[in-house]
T-cell receptor, first 109, second 114 residues
């Protein structure tokens, strides 16, 4: 079967750093993406890794290790507006992207 | 530049009925994917359309069908509705080789089956 595992909930303090991990088991692999979804909103694309290593986009960074079937999203200088659900997603076929169950990030002042 | 638009935003149906949901992709995008998202869960892939054909399908029964038009817009049809079909239905568009651009999602259609 295919699975993407990520923690269901994470809590962090405003201004701090938080890491959300994702491990995957899929029949194919073309890349790992991360999406953010606020309550009542649509998922929005954050980052994409096709090769091993770290990708940085402002306060957000994403890492991929294909040999470990593992990736993470790193959020720095947390702001209250970062409170949302975060999904890892794998392109396991050229025409198919599957999503994990999501990590709900709560930020405390 | 209009993003992905979906209609209607909310829909209430009864068991056994049929429903059609509509999606217009972001300008410049030619590929449309449909997802079902239950409350508190991640989006589940239904299928993807490109060049008016279904290119890939997820684990959904034949009651779920779709269509893509020459202008790249798309419809999702669900027949013989079940209570378990109640969910948020999301449309996502992308260029064929999405890569670093990712998927662009619409705000979804909230379907309630009574």
């Amino acid at each position: 079967g295919q699975s993407l595992e990520q923690p269901s909930e994470v809590t962090a303090v405003e201004g701090a750093i938080v890491q959300i991990n994702c491990t995957y088991q899929t029949s194919g692999f073309y890349g790992l993406s991360w999406y953010q979804q606020h309550d009542g909103g649509a998922p929005t694309f954050l980052s994409y890794n096709a090769l091993d290593g770290l990708e940085e986009t402002g306060r957000f960074s994403s890492f991929l290790s294909r040999s470990d079937s593992y990736g993470y999203l790193l959020l720095q200088e947390l702001q209250m507006k970062d409170s949302a659900s975060y999904f890892c997603a794998v392109r396991d076929l050229p025409s198919k992207i599957i999503f994990g169950s999501g990590t709900r990030l709560s930020i405390r002042p | 530049d209009a993003g992905v638009t979906q209609s209607p935003t909310h829909l209430i149906k009864t068991r056994g009925q049929q429903v059609t949901l509509r999606c217009s992709p972001k300008s410049g995008h030619d590929t449309v994917s449909w997802y079902q998202q239950a409350l508190g869960q991640g989006p589940q892939f239904i299928f993807q359309y490109y060049e008016e054909e279904e290119r890939q399908r997820g684990n959904f029964p034949d009651r779920f069908s779709g269509h893509q038009f020459p202008n790249y817009s798309s419809e999702l049809n669900v027949n013989a509705l079940l209570l378990g079909d109640s969910a948020l239905y999301l449309c996502a568009s992308s260029p064929l080789r999405t890569g670093r651009q990712g998927l662009f999602f619409g705000s979804g259609t909230q379907l309630s089956v009574l």
